[in-house]
């Protein structure tokens, strides 16, 4: 059994780095790996199961419709129960619904176990954030949200490179390999009983609907997290717009698969090689909104270039460079900063953190398919839709003033 260590304590801890080190291998093996897996496994997906186009579409979006519904409830939850205890039960759910889905026979038993999936799914990274707001200070926040978004961002690039062309073959299909990912995150909720240090527990911790409303509308009063929800909404937009379309763009223009894949693994190293300098940075700067504007501007004018470059080949891996830069980065300091809005009690941040996740997905869900409609006028039309979203995101971001954060 872990050390148990008093909440005052933590951020004096040498065990933080343990929770660190938890934090980061959660965000590879249960969040990144499996999201961009089961991206690379949707073509034999769709052989197996007849599905087209439209359908693996509506699996591929139901995680994010999902999400902004229960990431209300599940900010709520992690500030009922703690930490620990919503680790260990999201970790287990999320493998068990996760596995399920090897079991589809047809489109409506992947669209059901998928629903299930993305409602429990999203929750986990607002837990991870709000353990490391327990564990560390703010000077050190930003590191430590930067190395946790490293694992994130190294789970989504390994995923979309090894899952189809190693993890299938070896395992023989798409079936053992979600069967697979579900088993490591039922590990890991195992490894979370052991590692959390025990915390006392909270008599009478049960649902209640009308504190949780009461907490929602306590958390809506702070206009820096609007500021910081509103950025998201544009930024999440931006992402999940050049994820879902310029692999498709870029087959569409001509361009060999295995080339339009490469645009988007561009993408997620650039944002890995960036996340921790980029994060840290804004320790030492004390002023996270600026990064954070720095980062959409770069995601901005990277989308705006995949607009003007066309069909050539170092132009678009430009573009990729320059908008994953700082894409991870930014996720990073989103969940630092929102634990940091001033005058938010840490027994309230999974609610603050569910309000901006709510944000994120609605952004992630409608802004994509916004933009491809577009792609019915031109093909390179939507890329300056969800520059304008990047640039929306800025400008919010710009608009706020605040102090310093010590």
């Known amino acids: 059994m872990p050390p148990y260590v008093d909440p005052s304590d933590r951020h004096d801890s040498s065990y933080r780095w343990v929770i660190l080190a938890m934090v980061t291998l959660s965000g590879f093996l249960v969040m990144g790996f499996p999201t961009t897996g089961l991206s690379a496994l949707f073509s034999e997906i769709a052989d197996s199961l007849d599905l087209d186009l439209v359908q693996i579409g509506v699996i591929w979006g139901s995680g994010s419709v999902m999400g902004i519904f229960t990431a209300l409830v599940g900010g709520s939850l ?38 299930f999936f993305g409602m429990v799914q999203p929750i986990l990274p607002m837990n991870f954030v709000k353990l490391n707001r327990e564990w560390f200070r703010s000077g050190q926040l930003g590191f430590a949200s930067g190395v946790m978004s490293a694992g994130f961002a190294t789970g989504l690039m390994l995923g979309s490179r090894l899952s189809a062309t190693v993890l299938s073959p070896l395992l ?34 049960r649902p209640d609907l009308r504190q949780v409303l009461s907490n929602y509308r306590y958390v809506a009063r702070f206009r820096e997290l609007w500021v910081i929800a509103m950025a998201v909404f544009g930024v999440l937009g931006v992402m999940r717009g050049l994820g879902g379309y310029v692999p498709t763009y870029l087959r569409e223009i001509g361009w060999d698969a295995a080339s339009a894949d490469t645009a988007m693994t561009v993408f997620f190293f650039c944002s890995l090689i960036g996340v921790v300098p980029i994060s840290h940075f804004s320790d030492r700067l004390s002023n996270r909104r600026l990064v954070m504007a720095f980062g959409t501007s770069m995601m901005t004018i990277g989308c705006a270039l995949m607009y003007f470059v066309g069909g050539s080949f ?31 009690e840490l027994a309230l941040v ?44 800025t400008a919010v971001l710009l608009s706020y003033r605040r102090r310093k954060t010590k």
């Open 172 to 205: 023989g299909g798409w079936r053992p390999v979600l069967i697979f990912l579900g088993c490591c995150a039922i590990g890991l909720s195992i490894l979370w009983a052991f590692a959390h240090p025990p915390v006392e527990r909270r008599k009478g911790a």
């Open 78 to 115: 992690i500030d009922q129960f703690g930490t620990r205890r919503t680790l260990v039960a999201l970790c287990l759910a999320t493998g068990i619904f996760g596995a399920t889905r090897a079991f589809a026979f047809d489109f409506w038993s992947l669209f059901f176990s998928s629903f």
């Open 314 to 344: 170092w132009g678009v891996m430009l573009a990729m460079a320059i908008g994953g830069f700082c894409f991870d980065s930014f996720m990073a300091l989103k969940g630092a900063s929102t634990t940091e809005v001033e005058g938010l």
């Open 350 to 393: 999974g609610g603050a953190l569910g309000f901006v996740g709510m944000l994120q997905n609605i952004g992630s869900s409608f802004i994509p398919p916004l933009g491809n409609t577009l792609s019915a006028i031109s093909l390179n039309a939507p890329f300056l839709l969800w520059a304008t979203s990047g640039l929306f995101a």
